[in-house]
């Protein structure tokens, strides 16, 4: 920001009292009509009318001439916004689904919300991605047992989807007609493929179907119809056999004797069980241990089916050759062939429970974070303790040489059966955002409302997401997840993998995570990153504050302390240095406390990191703004791994007490602040907000390098700030009612009233990012909207809306299918990144910028050919050649063919084993 000013306009801030605290501010009746700068498919834009604050009303007519020089310049820049788009999400949480190894244990297919991933377990790397229709949700997917290269993927509408999942090509699709619950396939007698459906028709009921055909959905049987809410569906002994459950109910069928294909009918049997069922597994084996020729009658009994059950309380129940009690049709014999074998270790609930291969040993796994081998013949108990996170699955593959054990963290490890060794880990996003507490009665109870989750993207590589997760999973007694985010992770949006994870606070990993009266031990909760420009420094500040019940003894009798664990609470500031050789965060400084009262810290609500120096601010509930920078230290004999870079340490370089600009009597509870600097950091924004604030709205200008107080006015926003942002001379202000957009320049604020201005918005943060290069910002919004199936239960819908800053016109906007917890601005492009709770990335940008990308993986892969020619050799063009020369250069050109049909322009993690490449690079050159 300039220090020249227009000789035309008023000085406005020529001193700092001049910045009167109890300016108000006036809104002009007259609206200014805006021209629409774009068309989105949707028709979403709309003529909207920004409201044009003036903080002075003499002012009008040089404000209506600046209006005027405004649109006429949007109105030039006009075809630049045509349209926008949304690209394809990455990351995603894992579904609950188990996973799938293929036959030759070489690849696993994980399943998430709206796809099905393929993932090499050689390289631990994503193969494919296979999405479902329409961003439907997935029920189920199954590999085909007629020809394994296929694989079906089942969606919640009804749509059944059959990929060649090695490919990625899709082979046929059809709809089931009803609401899909649950789903598998086993093969016919035949030969065949048999896909039974479990679902929900529009009166209630739930129905389970098979069909032969798979193409033909009209060739489907109902076997079925209850009104029992089933809603697990499990298959054993190619079809035969069929068990359908929910918590303590249980359906048996079994259809006897080979029967035509066009007539199907099962004996079923109701058990309604003592205890809640929460996993089961069955095992299918013929007896064959009888010696002698077996009859018809014996044939009829070979077959058997051991069934274990986990269920809610940790106890893990087997009957063994549970036919014998679905055979009997006289009940002679369900009494004593329902009584299991119990076995018990689990406190909690058991999420998966599997039989060996062989049938000797069950594998559990729950809460503990241990996975349980039990061998039933001695009944010894062989443990695999200090996982990660509680394990939600368990899947065995093909040969029974490997286990898939998937965690609450979103990650997968693969295991060798025999040494229980890592074979491969495959980590998705590891985010799980807090709940925030909502006594909202419109909204519902299991639409909670969230927090926001600090993150940045790297500014050295724009495709380096940096994100806090937590360091454990663990849920509490109402199913909430205890999470706070103490680990840094970095994931790669562009390529869907998993980079790098490292701790900012401590973790408990070593250490016992339950106290004495069984409630979870809580880490510290890291609530701001930030990163310098040049992706050198980052400054975190993570804090930690024990339960208020604990505090209790301590404040007995004080009924004036709301908050008893007040005082006590913990607040770090680190700042960390990047090591380019280990590529992880180094702490060089942490400061305890670097905002404090009376009573000990208090919260730090904002860190804002200044443009081309390494300089951090923040502001804390004390009021006071302090500067942050580097500063040289003595090494007093200190070793250091790089002699060369001088040590260094961060002190605090300037303090600024805001608290004249506020209501003194509650300054140590100020509520919300927001700041930031400005594009060539000479200037630090700062609003404002306390619940008690009599100057309501308050912005302050500071400049950066005095550390001096230069301009403030209030009445530029309504409500709590949530974040801001510059603009080039804009400040945007973003509060949980409105979006305000401030010309420090001409002083005049204009202000966007976004829809669903009710109780959601008032309670839920709402996130801001600009651009620069397009001159626009992106705003989340969230409204609630009435259900299509219940009248009186409404849903919250979240989106992000992209404006125009000129003219604030709306240029897009975006249906999120879960509610944003991060909105973020990509530095080298004009795209906006958007993370959700369900751990989903998405891309928002224009679509003639979004060819950029494409053009650097292009660039990228001819950059990759290119070395390989390099290494194989290509002769330099423009050279005298005779003809043996040119005979050379023929069979370099035919050789070069031939090693580019080896390496293809596939990337590196796909590509097969060195030892095949090297193969195959022999034989190219040895032909």
Known sequence: MGNTQDPRRPSKRSRVGDAALGKTMQTDDSRVKRRRTSQSKNDINKALTPTIINSKEKHGLEEQCTLARTESSVQKSEPQYEIWSSTSMVAGQYSNLDPIFTSDDEYLLIGLETAVHVYSLATSRLLRTLPSIAGDSIAGYRLSPENPNFLYVFTLSGSVTKWEWLSGEQCSSWEVGHKTISVDVCLSDAGNDILLFLLERKDGKRVITLNNSPNDASRSIIILETHVQITNLKVACQGQFIIAYSDRHVFFGWAGLVQPSDSVSYIWKEVNLPVSIMCLDVRHYTSSNRPGPQGSKDRNHADKVDLVLGERNGSILIYYDILRFVKDEGGRQSERNLTPRRLHWHRNSVNSVRWSKDGNYIITGGHESVMVLWQLDTGRKQFLPHLSSPIGNIVISTSGNLYAVKLADNSIIVLSARELQPFSTITGLQLCPKVAKSHDKYLPEDQPLFECVPAALHPQNPDHLIITVPASRQTAQESHPVVNASMLQTYDIRTNSHVSRQALARTNATTLKVGPDGSHIVTPDVTHISVSHDGKWMATVDTWRPYKRDMQALHHGDSGSSHPSEGFQETFLKFWRWNSSSNLWELVTRIDGPH????????????????????????GSDAVLRFWCPSTRQRSGLRSDNPEEPMETWKCRRAIDLKPYIDVGMADSL???????????????????????????????????????????????????CAVAFVGCNLVIASREAVSIWDTVDD????????????VSVKQPRLLAVSSETNTFAV?????????????????????????????????????????????????????????????????????????????SRDLGSHINSGLRNLFGEHVRGKSQDPQHITTDSDNQNLQKELASVFSDAPPFVMPPASMIFRSVVDALSS
């Open 596 to 619: 404090f009262c009376d009573k000990g810290s208090v919260r730090v609500l904002d860190v804002a990191v200044r443009a081309y120096s390494a300089e951090f601010a923040t502001i």
């Open 671 to 721: 509520g919300a602040a927001s700041m930031d600097f400005s594009q060539d950091g000479s200037v630090l924004a700062i609003c404002l907000g306390s619940q008690t604030c009599l100057n309501s709205g308050l912005a302050i200008l500071i400049d950066a390098q005095n550390c001096s107080v230069r301009y403030s006015r209030v009445g530029l926003y309504k409500g709590m700030p």
């Open 748 to 759: 005049i604020a204009r202000a966007i009233k976004l829809p669903g201005s009710g109780s």
């Open 780 to 856: 989340s919004v969230e409204c609630l909207q009435n259900n299509q199936h219940s009248k009186n239960r409404r849903m919250l819908r979240s989106s992000v809306q992209v404006y125009d800053i000129l003219t604030l016109a709306l240029l897009s906007e975006t249906t999120l299918g879960h509610h944003p917890v991060a909105l973020l601005s990509a530095m080298h492009s004009s795209d906006y990144i958007v993370v959700d709770v369900a751990a989903n990335v998405q891309r928002i940008g224009r679509l003639d910028q979004s060819y950029q990308s494409n053009s650097h």
